[in-house]
């Protein structure tokens, strides 16, 4: 299971010899996104382009290097990788940059993102790079980085990477070394489990998609009291059923299916690194992340009275209006999405927990070390119906406002037009504000411009329109507290902005 298995001496050959290529570099500068790193990487068989090569890779590998000794940063960094064909191969490249440049590598071997987020802590390590396209189809590879725990790159931090790398301003540099760490993985679930055992008997479906969660999730809900069912939990980077993307349909469905099948009281959706956890209640119904993370926030903030919270801008809108948080005194703000924006606010702004539409749960002292770990949300949700034995997660999730959402849809946009078209849209409808104008036959209540384009009606039906930091798409999601009606007129009036920009039609489930 682990990569100890893997032959180490594979490692302290490559390691030994001297750092060279025959090959060039190929990188596709679009690969460095706003807070981690995608390309296309490829497959046997693959007759698309690849985006990057391992002298790529070893390049981006050097310029992390040099990147951490310009910051005057320990040159200690955590590698990982998951479980694709090639990821082993990306990491070989990874780590014979970073020695190059004069870096301390730990590697963990296989592991999920956040195992590796836990190991800056357990090892006392400020740096991280996980090799990992998350829930990107086979074929993509990728980067998750950060100098400062528990914070990743961002978009400064992602510029100043690819100025490095694409200038080839790195330098080789003495003291590179390298050490394989072989227990994190029982760091890790003892640190997810200890004390930790449910008084309520809980059975539970785990979905793994195939991808590197199923090599850990199982055995950590059963150490802490589940009855669990492992669906497609044997890693198999073909990923042969669905991708491992707890926010997408096929995925969804199998945990419906799961539910249904097995009588089970919930059922968890782990993304392919194992940072997102989608769930499905005892009757087979989709709950959205956003409103599981309200659930966890009105349990939480009964425990920590006053406590902030901050969701991202796909959020529901119900966190605003929330009875029970503030009841409980409890503050909301709404984000940026993604990891590292939501990481580094909830550092600035002391929050105890954060939350993302697509599954990302981020738990700050004393919850948790403040990154994001699907697991770590499995094990919270699992506690918060402990504590309600009486009751099923359906129930539960009945207490909550109804409002009509969508799931996040998305429609393909080319890297290189995606963020001039959604700033083109900003404007357009900053001006329609300003003008005193109605749109989806509403007055505006309120624009919210800091992530795309969030624009709230008088009713408080919303609608958001931003691009994907990690894929060729832009994003769209809407809800309503009113009425289906409500909520599919805003879906419609953002639809005819994006084809007035020639964009295709919006994908996704619409129920």
Not at 429 to 454: E, K
Request: hydrophobic share 40%.
């Amino acid at each position: 299971m682990h990569s100890s298995a893997i032959n180490r001496e594979r490692y302290a050959n490559h390691f030994a010899d001297e750092v060279s290529s025959d090959a060039a570099p190929l990188i596709r500068p679009e690969g460095f996104r706003e807070y981690d790193a995608r390309w296309w990487y490829g497959f046997a068989g693959s007759d698309r382009a690849a985006e990057i090569n391992p002298a790529g890779v070893q390049a981006v590998g050097s310029g992390l290097a040099h990147m951490l000794r310009q910051r005057g940063a320990d040159p200690a960094i955590i590698v990982g990788h998951d479980l694709r064909s090639y990821s082993f191969e990306v990491k070989t490249a990874l780590v014979k940059g970073l020695i190059s440049g004069g870096a301390q590598v730990y590697d963990i071997g296989l592991a999920l993102s956040p195992m590796a987020y836990y190991a800056q802590f357990a090892l006392n390590i400020q740096s991280v790079a996980m090799v990992t396209a998350s829930h990107n189809e086979n074929g993509w590879t990728g980067l998750k980085m950060g100098c400062a725990r528990p914070y990743t790159f961002g978009q400064e931090n992602m510029a100043e990477l690819k100025a490095i790398v694409l200038e080839a301003e790195a330098k080789p540099a003495q003291g590179g070394t390298y050490h394989a760490i072989d227990n994190m993985e029982k760091l890790y679930s003892a640190a997810l489990t200890k004390g930790r055992f449910l008084k309520r008997r809980l059975k539970v479906a785990v979905v793994c998609g195939n991808g590197t969660a199923g090599l850990f999730a199982p055995q950590i809900l059963s150490r802490i009291g589940c009855d669990v069912v492992a669906v497609d939990c044997s890693p198999d980077w073909n990923f042969p059923h669905y991708n491992p993307d707890p926010e997408a349909a096929p995925m969804q469905n199998a945990m419906v299916e799961a539910v249904k099948t097995y009588g089970a009281d919930l059922a968890f959706g782990f993304d392919g690194d194992g940072d997102r956890c989608g769930v499905v209640d005892n009757e087979g119904n989709i709950i959205f992340a956003d409103r599981i993370g309200l659930l966890l926030a009105r349990e939480f903030s009964q425990k920590h009275r006053g406590a902030h919270f901050i969701v991202d801008v796909k959020s529901s809108g119900l966190f605003g209006s929330d009875p029970v948080l503030q009841a409980n005194q409890a503050t909301v703000e709404y984000w940026k999405t993604g990891h590292s924006y939501i990481k580094h606010r909830m550092g600035v702004s002391n929050a105890l927990a954060g939350f993302e539409k697509s599954g990302h749960v981020f738990l700050n002292q004393p919850l948790g070390l403040g990154y994001d770990d699907g697991l770590a949300t499995a094990v919270a949700i699992c506690e918060m119906l402990a504590a309600h034995p009486h009751q099923t997660l359906a129930e539960l999730h009945r207490q909550l406002p109804v409002s009509f959402a969508t799931p996040t849809l998305n429609v393909h946009c080319c890297d290189r037009k995606k963020y001039e078209i959604v700033a083109q849209i900003q404007e357009n409808l900053a001006a329609l504000v300003n003008a005193g104008g109605s749109f989806a036959g509403q007055a505006v209540a309120d624009l919210l411009t800091i992530n795309g384009v969030r624009i709230t009606l008088a009713d408080g039906t919303w609608g958001l329109i931003r691009a994907s930091s990690n894929k060729p798409e832009l994003v769209v999601v809407v809800e309503s507290p009113v009425s289906l009606e409500k909520r599919n007129a805003m879906l419609t009036a953002l639809e005819n902005i994006l084809q007035s920009f020639g964009v295709g039609e919006l994908t996704g489930n619409r129920d």
